[in-house]
């Protein structure tokens, strides 16, 4: 057993270990515990604005009678069909120009993002598309109008991942996004999105934490520090300088934010926290899960998945499989 010393006569208590904890194979994330401390804050505010809103309308509908109730159904309505065709033909225009993910197409693919849905029991596995991003390295998540929800690889996304040792990069990746669904935050979207969007700075604060908590489900998921804070790099910078890229250099990088107001403005502004903020913050969440197994009162199930459950090793892309009769993709698991 290791003993840190903080004097020459003083022992410290037993040092802890970095890894994180690993749930039990018939364990779930417990994803409340997961949310940025401040993200219901902010929700509430934008319910609340909501509610002014409401209120607004029916002081008019009162006063002016019914033509200013016919007037404001009229343009609820709009909004709604417009945002429903928006919907519609977006959703038809990427089925045309991208691959669908199935378990005959990619396999390997579907079996992580279903592997990934089964440990934060999140029901229906979401629809899955590559497309091309022309040098766009991301994966995004539609949900308005959509049952299950759709996840979009970006095929520069999957390239740049293909070279790692193994797929917890993309495991990040992919839970992260799952996370935004089953935490909610697409959930109300008209009135969190379409009325909530002119809560100028709240709507962005509250969107801004909604990705620190997906940051975590995604960690959690992967379940190594290093490959998820790679992960986030890569969309940063791309693969090959992702893996040259030096930690403490980003940290002294990100001391700089705090000392100028315009990049205070520009953060309250976005609805993105600053990327190198998040890699930090990953840090510092893996100390809050370490300590927490550490204490006889955290009850509750937050630690990584086990690891025969998300360590795949890296997808082998074959030529003559993908244009072959069988569409496969060959992986291995690591041991």
């Known amino acids: 057993m290791k003993i840190r010393i903080l004097s020459n006569n003083t022992p410290a208590l037993p040092a802890r270990p970095a890894s994180l904890p690993v749930l039990r194979n018939e364990q779930k994330l417990d994803l409340k515990s997961l ?17 002014l809103i409401l209120g607004t309308i029916l002081v008019v509908v009162v006063i002016a009678g019914i033509p200013a109730v016919v007037g404001i159904a009229v343009m609820a309505l709009f909004l709604f069909l417009l945002n429903k065709l928006t919907f519609v033909l977006a959703y038809w225009y990427l089925h045309g120009n991208s691959i669908r993910v199935s378990q005959t197409q990619y396999p390997e693919v579907y079996n992580a993002v279903k592997t ?8 229906p596995v979401p629809n899955i598309y590559v497309f091309h991003g022309h040098g766009l390295m991301e994966l995004f998540i539609m949900k308005r109008f959509s049952r299950k929800g759709i996840l979009l690889f970006t095929s520069e996304l999957i390239d740049n ?25 697409f959930r109300w979207w008209f009135f969190t999105d379409v009325v909530g969007v002119f809560f100028i700075f709240v709507h962005q604060a509250w969107w801004r934490r909604c990705h620190y908590s997906a940051d975590r489900v ?19 910078v791309g693969k090959k300088l992702a893996l ?44 809050h899960v370490v300590e927490r197994a550490y204490n006889p009162a955290a009850t509750m199930a937050v630690g990584a998945l086990p690891p025969e459950a998300n360590r795949f090793n890296v997808i ?7 244009f072959g009769d069988h569409g496969m993709i060959a992986a291995g698991r690591t041991v």
């Open 35 to 51: 949310r940025h401390p401040t993200e219901n804050l902010f929700l509430g505010w934008i319910i609340g604005f909501n509610c």
């Open 116 to 123: 990934a849905c089964e440990y934060i029991d999140l029901k």
């Open 161 to 185: 991942l293909l070279d790692a040792g193994d797929s917890r990069e993309l495991m990040m990746l992919i839970g992260r996004q799952l996370g935004h669904l089953k935490l909610g935050h």
């Open 218 to 236: 995604g960690f959690l998921i992967a379940g190594d520090l290093e490959a998820s804070r790679r992960a986030l790099i890569v969309l940063a």
């Open 244 to 287: 040259a890229t030096r930690l403490a250099a980003i940290e002294e990088q990100e001391d700089e934010l705090h000392d100028s107001f315009f990049a205070w403005f520009a953060q309250v502004s976005y609805h993105y926290p600053f990327i190198i903020r998040r890699i930090i913050a990953l840090e510092s969440f893996r100390d």
């Open 316 to 322: 082998n892309v074959y030529g003559e499989a993908i």
